[in-house]
Protein backbone atom coordinates (compact mmCIF):
# COMPACT_ATOMS: atom_id res chain seq x y z
CA UNK A 1 0.00 0.00 0.00
CA UNK A 2 2.99 2.49 0.86
CA UNK A 3 5.01 1.99 -2.80
CA UNK A 4 1.57 1.85 -4.96
CA UNK A 5 0.32 5.35 -2.91
CA UNK A 6 3.98 7.00 -2.59
CA UNK A 7 4.74 6.03 -6.19
CA UNK A 8 3.31 9.50 -7.13
CA UNK A 9 4.51 11.78 -4.57
CA UNK A 10 8.26 10.23 -5.46
CA UNK A 11 8.29 10.96 -8.95
CA UNK A 12 7.10 14.57 -8.32
CA UNK A 13 9.88 14.56 -6.03
CA UNK A 14 12.31 13.14 -7.97
CA UNK A 15 11.78 15.04 -11.16
CA UNK A 16 11.64 18.32 -8.75
CA UNK A 17 15.13 17.41 -8.03
CA UNK A 18 16.17 16.90 -11.65
CA UNK A 19 14.66 20.09 -12.30
CA UNK A 20 16.64 22.01 -9.84
CA UNK A 21 19.87 20.20 -10.90
CA UNK A 22 19.37 21.41 -14.17
CA UNK A 23 18.42 25.15 -13.39
CA UNK A 24 21.56 25.22 -11.29
CA UNK A 25 23.80 24.13 -14.30
CA UNK A 26 22.30 26.42 -16.48
CA UNK A 27 22.30 29.16 -13.73
CA UNK A 28 26.33 28.85 -13.68
CA UNK A 29 26.44 29.50 -17.07
CA UNK A 30 23.81 32.22 -17.13
CA UNK A 31 26.16 34.86 -18.80
CA UNK A 32 26.87 31.88 -21.58
CA UNK A 33 23.44 31.37 -22.55
CA UNK A 34 22.26 35.16 -22.89
CA UNK A 35 25.19 36.19 -24.50
CA UNK A 36 24.25 33.55 -27.00
CA UNK A 37 20.66 34.47 -27.13
CA UNK A 38 21.43 38.04 -27.82
CA UNK A 39 23.71 37.03 -30.91
CA UNK A 40 21.05 34.88 -32.23
CA UNK A 41 18.49 37.22 -31.78
CA UNK A 42 20.79 40.21 -33.36
CA UNK A 43 21.27 37.84 -36.51
CA UNK A 44 17.57 36.61 -36.80
CA UNK A 45 16.77 40.50 -36.82
CA UNK A 46 19.02 41.21 -39.83
CA UNK A 47 18.48 38.01 -41.70
CA UNK A 48 14.30 39.16 -41.01
CA UNK A 49 15.12 42.93 -43.00
CA UNK A 50 17.69 41.25 -45.40
CA UNK A 51 14.81 38.51 -46.32
CA UNK A 52 12.18 41.60 -46.57
CA UNK A 53 14.09 44.09 -48.17
CA UNK A 54 15.32 41.39 -51.46
CA UNK A 55 11.94 40.14 -50.85
CA UNK A 56 9.88 43.62 -51.74
CA UNK A 57 12.17 45.24 -53.34
CA UNK A 58 13.83 47.67 -50.79
CA UNK A 59 16.90 50.21 -51.69
CA UNK A 60 19.49 51.06 -49.35
CA UNK A 61 19.05 55.17 -47.89
CA UNK A 62 22.11 57.30 -47.65
CA UNK A 63 22.06 59.37 -44.67
CA UNK A 64 23.11 63.42 -45.07
CA UNK A 65 23.76 66.36 -42.67
CA UNK A 66 22.08 68.97 -44.76
CA UNK A 67 18.66 67.96 -43.02
CA UNK A 68 16.76 67.52 -46.16
CA UNK A 69 14.58 64.18 -47.41
CA UNK A 70 14.64 63.14 -50.53
CA UNK A 71 12.33 60.35 -51.30
CA UNK A 72 12.00 58.95 -55.08
CA UNK A 73 8.50 56.68 -55.71
CA UNK A 74 7.94 55.94 -51.47
CA UNK A 75 5.87 53.02 -50.56
CA UNK A 76 4.02 52.05 -47.89
CA UNK A 77 5.75 49.07 -46.66
CA UNK A 78 1.88 47.49 -45.01
CA UNK A 79 -0.26 48.35 -47.58
CA UNK A 80 1.70 48.15 -50.79
CA UNK A 81 1.35 43.98 -49.55
CA UNK A 82 -2.14 44.38 -49.18
CA UNK A 83 -2.76 45.46 -52.96
CA UNK A 84 -3.10 42.90 -55.87
CA UNK A 85 -1.21 43.35 -59.28
CA UNK A 86 1.62 46.42 -58.27
CA UNK A 87 -1.64 48.55 -57.65
CA UNK A 88 0.44 50.46 -55.19
CA UNK A 89 0.72 54.20 -56.32
CA UNK A 90 4.42 55.32 -55.43
CA UNK A 91 5.17 59.21 -54.42
CA UNK A 92 7.90 61.44 -54.29
CA UNK A 93 8.79 63.54 -51.13
CA UNK A 94 11.34 66.32 -50.33
CA UNK A 95 11.51 67.90 -47.08
CA UNK A 96 14.04 70.61 -45.82
CA UNK A 97 15.17 73.27 -43.53
CA UNK A 98 14.75 76.13 -46.11
CA UNK A 99 11.90 76.14 -48.97
CA UNK A 100 10.22 73.02 -47.93
CA UNK A 101 9.98 73.13 -44.13
CA UNK A 102 6.21 72.91 -44.24
CA UNK A 103 4.07 70.78 -46.59
CA UNK A 104 0.30 71.72 -46.83
CA UNK A 105 -1.83 69.02 -48.93
CA UNK A 106 -4.87 69.24 -49.72
CA UNK A 107 -7.25 66.87 -51.54
CA UNK A 108 -10.47 64.42 -50.75
CA UNK A 109 -11.09 61.64 -48.41
CA UNK A 110 -9.53 58.31 -49.25
CA UNK A 111 -7.45 60.00 -51.52
CA UNK A 112 -4.32 58.78 -50.11
CA UNK A 113 -3.14 61.93 -47.56
CA UNK A 114 -2.22 60.03 -44.79
CA UNK A 115 -1.18 56.89 -47.00
CA UNK A 116 1.17 59.64 -48.13
CA UNK A 117 2.59 61.00 -45.07
CA UNK A 118 2.65 57.30 -42.59
CA UNK A 119 5.00 56.14 -45.56
CA UNK A 120 7.40 59.20 -45.21
CA UNK A 121 7.37 58.55 -41.44
CA UNK A 122 7.81 54.82 -42.12
CA UNK A 123 10.91 55.51 -44.34
CA UNK A 124 12.89 57.78 -42.33
CA UNK A 125 12.14 55.35 -39.06
CA UNK A 126 13.37 52.30 -41.25
CA UNK A 127 16.14 53.95 -42.68
CA UNK A 128 17.27 54.87 -38.87
CA UNK A 129 16.99 51.34 -37.32
CA UNK A 130 19.21 49.82 -40.40
CA UNK A 131 16.69 49.06 -42.52
CA UNK A 132 16.35 49.34 -46.38
CA UNK A 133 13.39 51.13 -47.47
CA UNK A 134 10.47 50.86 -49.88
CA UNK A 135 11.60 53.36 -52.24
CA UNK A 136 13.41 53.68 -55.61
CA UNK A 137 15.67 56.05 -54.05
CA UNK A 138 16.32 57.53 -50.38
CA UNK A 139 18.64 60.36 -49.02
CA UNK A 140 17.55 61.17 -45.78
CA UNK A 141 18.62 63.30 -42.76
CA UNK A 142 18.75 62.25 -38.95
CA UNK A 143 15.57 62.87 -36.97
CA UNK A 144 15.59 63.07 -33.28
CA UNK A 145 11.61 62.07 -33.23
CA UNK A 146 9.10 61.61 -35.32
CA UNK A 147 5.49 63.38 -34.02
CA UNK A 148 2.13 61.85 -35.44
CA UNK A 149 -1.24 63.16 -35.16
CA UNK A 150 -3.08 60.98 -37.13
CA UNK A 151 -6.65 59.89 -36.35
CA UNK A 152 -9.79 60.12 -34.50
CA UNK A 153 -9.96 58.74 -30.54
CA UNK A 154 -11.51 59.62 -27.45
CA UNK A 155 -10.49 58.71 -23.87
CA UNK A 156 -14.23 58.86 -22.40
CA UNK A 157 -12.64 57.44 -19.29
CA UNK A 158 -10.57 59.70 -17.64
CA UNK A 159 -13.51 62.52 -19.35
CA UNK A 160 -11.45 63.35 -22.37
CA UNK A 161 -13.57 63.76 -25.45
CA UNK A 162 -11.87 63.10 -29.58
CA UNK A 163 -11.31 66.89 -29.51
CA UNK A 164 -9.96 66.67 -26.37
CA UNK A 165 -7.38 64.17 -26.91
CA UNK A 166 -6.72 65.59 -30.86
CA UNK A 167 -5.59 69.08 -28.97
CA UNK A 168 -4.01 67.36 -26.23
CA UNK A 169 -1.43 65.51 -28.69
CA UNK A 170 -1.04 68.79 -30.41
CA UNK A 171 -0.08 70.77 -27.46
CA UNK A 172 2.65 68.13 -26.32
CA UNK A 173 3.96 68.11 -30.39
CA UNK A 174 4.21 72.03 -30.48
CA UNK A 175 6.15 72.16 -26.73
CA UNK A 176 8.54 68.75 -27.48
CA UNK A 177 8.80 68.98 -31.35
CA UNK A 178 12.30 70.71 -32.29
CA UNK A 179 14.00 71.94 -35.60
CA UNK A 180 15.30 68.36 -36.23
CA UNK A 181 12.26 66.61 -35.62
CA UNK A 182 9.71 64.98 -38.00
CA UNK A 183 5.99 65.84 -37.52
CA UNK A 184 2.75 64.41 -39.56
CA UNK A 185 -0.43 65.97 -38.41
CA UNK A 186 -3.88 65.18 -40.03
CA UNK A 187 -6.90 67.24 -40.02
CA UNK A 188 -6.63 69.10 -37.31
CA UNK A 189 -9.07 71.17 -35.92
CA UNK A 190 -11.51 69.19 -37.72
CA UNK A 191 -13.47 68.03 -33.77
CA UNK A 192 -14.70 71.40 -33.31
CA UNK A 193 -16.68 73.99 -35.33
CA UNK A 194 -15.73 75.47 -39.10
CA UNK A 195 -14.49 78.65 -37.74
CA UNK A 196 -12.71 77.34 -35.02
CA UNK A 197 -11.24 74.77 -36.31
CA UNK A 198 -9.59 76.59 -39.36
CA UNK A 199 -8.13 78.71 -36.67
CA UNK A 200 -6.36 76.74 -34.76
CA UNK A 201 -4.89 74.76 -38.12
CA UNK A 202 -3.95 78.62 -39.08
CA UNK A 203 -2.56 79.13 -36.10
CA UNK A 204 -1.30 75.67 -35.22
CA UNK A 205 0.73 76.06 -38.95
CA UNK A 206 2.20 79.19 -38.46
CA UNK A 207 3.74 78.40 -34.94
CA UNK A 208 5.40 75.22 -36.41
CA UNK A 209 7.01 76.99 -39.65
CA UNK A 210 7.84 80.46 -38.20
CA UNK A 211 9.05 79.36 -34.62
CA UNK A 212 9.70 75.89 -33.98
CA UNK A 213 10.65 75.31 -38.01
CA UNK A 214 10.29 71.22 -37.56
CA UNK A 215 10.16 69.57 -41.13
CA UNK A 216 6.67 69.30 -41.08
CA UNK A 217 3.32 67.18 -44.00
CA UNK A 218 0.38 68.52 -42.55
CA UNK A 219 -3.25 67.29 -44.30
CA UNK A 220 -6.09 69.50 -44.19
CA UNK A 221 -9.55 69.96 -45.61
CA UNK A 222 -9.48 73.68 -44.67
CA UNK A 223 -8.20 75.02 -47.90
CA UNK A 224 -8.03 78.54 -47.11
CA UNK A 225 -3.92 77.49 -45.26
CA UNK A 226 -2.56 77.22 -48.76
CA UNK A 227 -2.77 80.70 -48.95
CA UNK A 228 0.15 80.80 -46.41
CA UNK A 229 2.38 79.72 -49.25
CA UNK A 230 2.25 83.31 -50.07
CA UNK A 231 3.04 84.34 -46.03
CA UNK A 232 5.13 82.47 -44.79
CA UNK A 233 8.75 81.10 -46.08
CA UNK A 234 9.27 77.65 -46.55
CA UNK A 235 5.79 76.58 -46.60
CA UNK A 236 4.77 74.65 -49.88
CA UNK A 237 1.68 73.57 -51.33
CA UNK A 238 0.70 69.87 -52.57
CA UNK A 239 -2.38 67.67 -53.36
CA UNK A 240 -3.65 64.54 -54.39
CA UNK A 241 -4.84 64.53 -57.72
CA UNK A 242 -8.58 63.04 -58.66
CA UNK A 243 -10.49 62.84 -61.72
CA UNK A 244 -14.00 63.70 -61.43
CA UNK A 245 -16.45 62.27 -64.28
CA UNK A 246 -19.69 61.14 -64.50
CA UNK A 247 -20.98 62.36 -60.61
CA UNK A 248 -18.03 60.75 -59.09
CA UNK A 249 -14.66 60.76 -58.50
CA UNK A 250 -11.76 58.44 -58.99
CA UNK A 251 -8.88 58.50 -56.89
CA UNK A 252 -5.62 59.00 -58.77
CA UNK A 253 -3.45 58.83 -55.37
CA UNK A 254 -0.43 60.89 -57.11
CA UNK A 255 1.22 63.62 -54.97
CA UNK A 256 1.14 67.03 -57.02
CA UNK A 257 2.45 70.83 -56.45
CA UNK A 258 -0.36 73.09 -55.81
CA UNK A 259 -3.94 73.57 -53.74
CA UNK A 260 -7.04 71.75 -54.45
CA UNK A 261 -10.06 73.73 -54.63
CA UNK A 262 -12.32 71.05 -53.28
CA UNK A 263 -12.92 67.93 -50.94
CA UNK A 264 -15.19 66.19 -52.61
CA UNK A 265 -16.95 65.28 -49.57
CA UNK A 266 -20.30 64.72 -50.69
CA UNK A 267 -19.04 61.93 -54.10
CA UNK A 268 -16.98 59.94 -50.90
CA UNK A 269 -19.80 59.73 -49.09
CA UNK A 270 -22.23 58.69 -52.32
CA UNK A 271 -19.39 56.13 -52.86
CA UNK A 272 -19.53 55.03 -49.45
CA UNK A 273 -23.45 53.97 -49.92
CA UNK A 274 -24.94 57.24 -48.58
CA UNK A 275 -28.30 57.47 -50.03
CA UNK A 276 -28.95 59.24 -53.20
CA UNK A 277 -31.65 61.51 -51.96
CA UNK A 278 -29.30 62.49 -48.61
CA UNK A 279 -26.26 63.60 -51.04
CA UNK A 280 -28.81 65.30 -53.79
CA UNK A 281 -29.87 67.20 -50.98
CA UNK A 282 -26.16 67.95 -49.87
CA UNK A 283 -25.27 69.32 -53.10
CA UNK A 284 -28.47 71.90 -52.45
CA UNK A 285 -27.12 73.09 -49.08
CA UNK A 286 -23.53 73.27 -50.44
CA UNK A 287 -24.85 75.52 -52.94
CA UNK A 288 -26.57 77.37 -50.75
CA UNK A 289 -23.74 78.25 -48.31
CA UNK A 290 -21.41 78.96 -51.26
CA UNK A 291 -23.57 81.20 -52.77
CA UNK A 292 -23.05 83.04 -49.46
CA UNK A 293 -19.55 82.80 -49.13
CA UNK A 294 -19.31 81.24 -45.74
CA UNK A 295 -16.45 79.43 -45.87
CA UNK A 296 -14.47 82.43 -47.60
CA UNK A 297 -15.63 84.35 -44.47
CA UNK A 298 -13.57 82.87 -42.17
CA UNK A 299 -9.94 84.29 -43.78
CA UNK A 300 -10.63 87.62 -44.28
CA UNK A 301 -10.18 89.05 -41.02
CA UNK A 302 -7.77 92.12 -41.00
CA UNK A 303 -4.96 90.00 -39.80
CA UNK A 304 -4.81 87.80 -42.35
CA UNK A 305 -6.86 89.12 -45.42
CA UNK A 306 -5.63 87.97 -48.73
CA UNK A 307 -4.30 90.19 -51.36
CA UNK A 308 -6.21 91.20 -54.17
CA UNK A 309 -3.26 91.55 -56.66
CA UNK A 310 -4.21 88.03 -58.59
CA UNK A 311 -2.43 85.68 -55.92
CA UNK A 312 -3.61 82.71 -58.09
CA UNK A 313 -0.96 84.23 -60.85
CA UNK A 314 1.65 84.02 -58.37
CA UNK A 315 0.86 79.94 -57.44
CA UNK A 316 0.65 79.15 -61.03
CA UNK A 317 4.13 80.75 -61.48
CA UNK A 318 5.07 78.63 -58.65
CA UNK A 319 3.85 75.90 -60.09
CA UNK A 320 5.25 75.99 -63.51
CA UNK A 321 8.90 76.76 -62.53
CA UNK A 322 8.41 73.48 -60.16
CA UNK A 323 7.43 71.18 -62.35
CA UNK A 324 10.02 68.83 -63.61
CA UNK A 325 8.82 67.97 -67.50
CA UNK A 326 11.47 65.47 -68.21
CA UNK A 327 9.71 62.96 -65.79
CA UNK A 328 5.98 64.33 -66.25
CA UNK A 329 3.45 61.69 -67.24
CA UNK A 330 1.03 62.58 -70.35
CA UNK A 331 -1.68 61.88 -67.30
CA UNK A 332 -0.20 63.71 -64.81
CA UNK A 333 0.59 66.78 -67.89
CA UNK A 334 -2.81 66.80 -68.36
CA UNK A 335 -3.69 66.97 -64.51
CA UNK A 336 -1.64 70.05 -64.06
CA UNK A 337 -3.35 71.96 -66.94
CA UNK A 338 -6.73 71.34 -66.04
CA UNK A 339 -5.62 72.05 -62.54
CA UNK A 340 -3.85 75.68 -64.02
CA UNK A 341 -7.15 76.33 -66.27
CA UNK A 342 -9.19 76.14 -63.29
CA UNK A 343 -7.29 78.83 -61.44
CA UNK A 344 -7.14 81.18 -64.47
CA UNK A 345 -11.07 80.94 -64.77
CA UNK A 346 -11.61 82.02 -60.95
Not at 28 to 55: C, N, P, W
Not at 149 to 159: C, K, N, Q, T, Y
Not at 321 to 340: G, K, R
Request: proline share 2%; hydrophobic share 45%.
Amino acid sequence: EDVILGAEDRLYNLEYAVFCELRDKIFGQMKRIQDTASVIAFLDMLASLAYVAEHNQYVRPTINHNGSITIKEGRHPVIEQMMTKDMFIANDTYLDDDTHRVVIITGPNMAGKSTYMRQTALISLMAQIGCFVPAKEADLSLVDRIFTRVGASDDLASGQSTFMVEMTEVASIILNATPDSLLILDEVGRGTSTFDGLSIAWAVLEHLAQKIKAKTLFATHYHELTELEDKIEGVKNYKVTVKEAAGTVIFLRKIMRGGANKSFGIEVAKLAGVPAEVTARAKEILKKLEKNDIARGAAQTEEIAVSEEEPSLSEIEKILSELDLDNLSPMQAFMVLSDLSEKVKR
